[in-house]
Nanobody
Framework: QVQLVESGGGLVQAGGSLRLSCAAS????????MGWYRQAPGKQRELVAS???????NYADSVKGRFTISKENGKNTVHLQMNSLQPEDTAVYYC????????WGKGTQVTVSS
């Protein structure tokens, strides 16, 4: 059983920062892909940022230059540093990990007030 547990969400004012973390636990050796997705009310879930096992990163255009994804060496743990947050960043943020299967966390709420 593999679990992804997110942490670090909360309420922040526009222009502020938050750091999300996602830790994988259970019977897994390595996740080839880890990513952060978000879903705002009434909208589809979208990719925010991702990182592969060799460190290749990918970002949504809307967060480039503001968000940074990083992976702890030797661990199935990723972080998402979010700076210059805007109200449109408000969403539930989900962690995703892919190895032989596709795993999702339960999500953490990020709310940015104007």
């Amino acid at each position: 059983q593999v679990q992804l547990v997110e942490s670090g969400g909360g309420l922040v004012q526009a222009g502020g920062s938050l750091r999300l973390s996602c830790a994988a636990s259970g019977s897994i050796f390595s996740l080839n892909f880890m990513g952060w997705y978000r879903q705002a009310p009434g909208k589809q879930r979208e990719l925010v940022a991702s990182i592969t096992s060799i460190g290749r990163t990918n970002y949504a255009d809307s967060v480039k230059g503001r968000f940074t994804i990083s992976k702890e060496n030797g661990k199935n743990t990723v972080h998402l540093q979010m700076n210059s947050l805007q109200p449109e960043d408000t969403a539930v943020y989900y962690c995703r990990g892919i190895a032989s299967n596709d795993y999702w966390g339960k999500g953490t709420q990020v709310t940015v007030s104007s």
